[in-house]
């Protein structure tokens, strides 16, 4: 089993910036592909944030957080980070990150059901 417990949400005023991490436990954590998801408000779709793959680091991203948002993984340590620069209010959400086992395209690591193993999610709140 594997488990995945994510760090560093929080309240922020607009234009600054925040790191989240997403560190991994249990059995030996190899998976394809690593995304973070974004959740606002609650009961709606989560929203594709950015995924990297983890062996090559290929990496996809939301247009919506196109040059804003840099994922990253250290293998080492098995984490994959969120650096969120220049927030905006519209960046309210909890976001979770997800894992994937199952060697996907592209246009699969956008979608949620690809993920195997999700996080319990946090909460990142920007203020105008």
């Known amino acids: 089993q594997v488990q995945l417990v994510e760090s560093g949400g929080g309240l922020v005023q607009g234009g600054t910036s925040l790191r989240l991490s997403c560190a991994a436990s249990?059995?030996?954590?190899?998976?394809?592909?690593m995304g973070w998801f974004r959740q606002a408000p609650p009961g709606k779709d989560r929203e594709f944030v950015a995924?990297?793959?983890?062996?090559?680091?290929?990496?996809y991203y939301a247009d919506s957080v196109k040059d804003r948002f840099t994922i990253s993984r250290d293998n080492a340590k098995n984490t994959v980070y969120l650096q969120m620069n220049s927030l905006k209010p519209d960046d309210t959400a909890v976001y979770y990150c997800?894992?994937?086992?199952?060697?996907?395209?592209?246009?699969?690591?956008?979608?949620?059901?690809?993920?195997?193993?999700w996080g319990q999610g946090t909460r990142v709140t920007v203020s105008s």
């Open positions: 995924a990297i793959t983890w062996s090559g680091g290929t990496i």
């Open positions: 997800a894992g994937t086992y199952s060697s996907s395209t592209g246009d699969k690591l956008v979608a949620a059901p690809t993920y195997d193993y």
């Open positions: 249990g059995r030996t954590f190899r998976p394809y592909a």
